[in-house]
């Protein structure tokens, strides 16, 4: 009977810091940013405008301490890379509600940072592949 026991606890926990992820992007992410809303699973996506590279994103995201995985490693076959190099994958079951706020504050940072820039998405330059 531990796991049945287990399962509830644990869906319980994952419920509470999906909410916690979902709030603290639409506090902290800008506007153009879309995502997920899982009904179960332990990840959520979130897709960024066109002309951003979530290889760019992460780059800057790490000099913040916070990671994710960029989306273009899940796509199948030949996806457009243009296409594929915006979405992030976003996990929120093993960190507690207060780090994935924090977390989820310096990725949208990151994220607005590169909308501010001027610099050229990594899927178009030569030094970085992004498919």
């Given at each position: 009977g531990f796991l049945d026991e287990h399962v509830k606890?644990?869906?319980d926990v994952y419920r509470e810091r999906l909410?916690?992820?979902?709030?603290?992007?639409?506090r902290f992410f800008p506007a153009e940013v879309d995502w997920t809303h899982p009904s179960g699973g332990l990840f959520l996506w979130g897709m960024m405008p066109?002309?951003?590279?979530?290889?760019?994103?992460?780059?800057?995201?790490?000099e913040k301490k916070v990671a994710f995985v960029?989306?273009?490693?899940?796509?199948?076959?030949?996806?457009?890379p243009a296409e594929c190099c915006r979405y992030l994958r976003l996990n929120f079951s093993n960190a507690k509600p207060d780090l994935i706020v924090e977390g989820i504050r310096r990725l949208g940072q990151a994220v607005k940072e590169q909308m501010a820039g001027d610099a050229v998405p990594s899927n178009l330059r030569a030094d970085v592949i992004c498919a």
């Open positions: 606890v644990i869906r909410n916690v992820m979902l709030a603290a992007m639409d066109e002309h951003l590279s979530a290889v760019d994103v992460l780059r800057d995201a790490l960029p989306g273009d490693a899940f796509f199948a076959g030949s996806a457009d």
